[in-house]
């Protein structure tokens, strides 16, 4: 499955912190009924049977809607359910053998901070990149904010899509505009929001009026 541009406007990645009573595919599908243009399953407690039941429902729920599903970090649940790809890190496996197991038709994403990382998993492979922290984030207590001008210079060097990644809210997206990124992904902006659909909607609207499309 190939990846375009367009495909990563408005990129949700899942945290069931923000379940609050609800189902994970329930959070979901109100994100996807307000816009979401790609979806990323990102577990790190569930045990993999568990995990790999919810990644075969929220990828099926994602074909309804015609949105890229992708795995984080686990390339053996990835390739176990056929997902459309995985989304590795810089401390996870190396982008180039997550491309080799993967084939040449599923979608690789990899994390890059700095235009050495980015040029890097471009040559190895990688169909977009996800640059950030851009602001300080809950999500990721290890995640160091990187500087604006990093982000502009990773986009000007790589020809695959850029996503910024890490605290973006509606308060602070305008700060992105500018930089040269395809999209932006977002995880509490989203799921943590009382009114997923609406908040899904506000950002897509803020990001598409950033990049023009």
């Known amino acids: 499955m190939n990846c375009s541009a367009s495909d990563l406007l408005l990129y949700a990645v899942t945290d069931r912190a923000w379940l609050r009573g609800q189902t994970l595919h329930q959070q979901v599908e109100q994100a996807l009924l307000g816009g979401a243009t790609f979806i990323q399953l ?3 407690q569930l045990d993999d049977e568990s995990f790999l039941r919810e990644a075969v429902d929220i990828q099926a729920l994602c074909r309804q ?7 984080n970090d686990n390339v053996d ?4 359910m056929n997902a459309d790809g995985v989304h590795v890190g810089q401390s996870d496996m190396e982008a180039g053998d997550v491309r080799a ?3 040449p038709d599923k979608i690789l994403g990899v994390s890059a901070k700095t235009v050495e990382q980015a040029l890097l ?9 996800g640059v950030g922290a851009m602001f300080p984030t809950d999500s990721k207590s290890d995640a160091s904010v990187i500087p ?3 982000l502009r210079d990773i986009c000007q060097a790589v020809t695959i899509p850029v996503v910024a990644i890490g605290g973006i809210n509606a308060r602070n997206i305008g700060q ?12 509490s902006a989203i799921f943590a929001a009382d009114d997923i659909q609406a908040a899904t909607r506000d950002l897509k609207a803020r ?5 023009g499309t």
């Open 77 to 80: 649940i990835a390739l176990r």
């Open 148 to 150: 604006m001008e990093v």
């Open 121 to 129: 998993a471009q040559q190895r492979g990688a169909d977009y990149l």
């Open 101 to 103: 197991l993967l084939g």
């Open 42 to 44: 990102r577990e790190k």
């Open 207 to 211: 990001i598409a009026h950033i990049t």
């Open 176 to 187: 992105l505009a500018g930089s040269g990124i395809a999209g932006v992904a977002v995880i």
């Open 65 to 71: 809607y015609h949105v890229p599903f992708v795995i």
